[in-house]
């Protein structure tokens, strides 16, 4: 139980174009998303908190209009890259939570590569 | 500030040795602690959770203790195979209303043969 699929894996796209990435929640309803960032040899960068039916809260030093989160729904957040340049390409992680102690779930990461 | 200190950075072990990684934290007020294990490319995946009560949790052939008096946790792998190569990242979530997650810089095992 507890499935999270994020969609796609990887991505490669061309500078000032946007990308959207899924992230779903299979088993479970999600009110709480997280996404974050993670540079090859460091850990996870929370970018922002994804809250089902209200705005997203974002981490100090993300820019709002430039990732744009929607969580639409209990089991779908999106994360949108937009006008994408070569300094996003990052790996890209969600996760949602199910419990407020015991259960994060982790989407298996979407590589994104800006050319 | 809540931190999250790893070590070693990384390690090299050979195959069917045992290993232990350290995890020290300064977040406060504390309510849980887990372990992931993150294959390179991938999202991690989780090994054990610790609450407040819990000092000790096994997971197949992982094994992590808490030590809330000292916040220091470890995650003790035994038998190792090849297939543990991959990167442990200790996670301490606060026990505010945000539940904010502080996030390790993981240690990176290589397993070799």
């Known amino acids: 139980g507890a499935v999270v699929s994020q969609h796609p894996s990887r991505v490669i796209c061309k500078s000032g174009t946007s990308v959207k990435i899924e992230c779903r929640s299979l088993?479970?309803?999600?009110?709480?998303m997280f996404w974050y960032r993670q540079f090859p040899k460091q850990s996870l960068m929370l970018m922002a908190t994804?809250?089902?039916?209200?705005?997203?809260?974002?981490e100090q030093g993300v820019e709002k209009d430039k990732f744009l989160i929607n969580h639409a729904s209990l089991t779908l957040s999106t994360l949108t890259v937009t006008s994408a340049h070569p300094e996003d390409s990052s790996f890209y992680i969600c996760?949602?939570?199910?419990?407020?102690?015991?259960?994060?779930?982790f989407g298996s990461g979407t590589r994104l590569t800006v050319v | 500030k809540n931190q999250v200190e790893q070590s070693p950075q990384s390690l090299i072990i050979l195959e069917g040795k045992n290993c232990t990684l350290q995890c020290n934290y300064t977040v406060s007020p504390f309510s849980n602690l887990r372990w992931y294990k993150q294959d390179t490319g991938r999202g991690p995946v989780s090994l054990t959770i610790m609450t407040f009560s819990e000092n000790t949790k096994s997971n197949g052939r992982y094994t992590a203790t808490l030590d809330a008096d000292t916040k220091q946790s470890s995650l003790h792998i035994t038998a190792s195979q090849l297939s543990d190569s991959a990167s442990y990242i200790c996670v301490v979530s606060d026990d505010t209303n945000a539940g904010k997650s502080t996030f390790g810089d993981g240690t990176t095992l290589t397993v070799k043969p």
């Open positions: 996760s949602a939570q199910w419990d407020r102690v015991y259960g994060y779930t």
């Open positions: 088993d479970f309803q999600a009110t709480t």
């Open positions: 994804s809250n089902e039916g209200s705005k997203a809260t974002y």
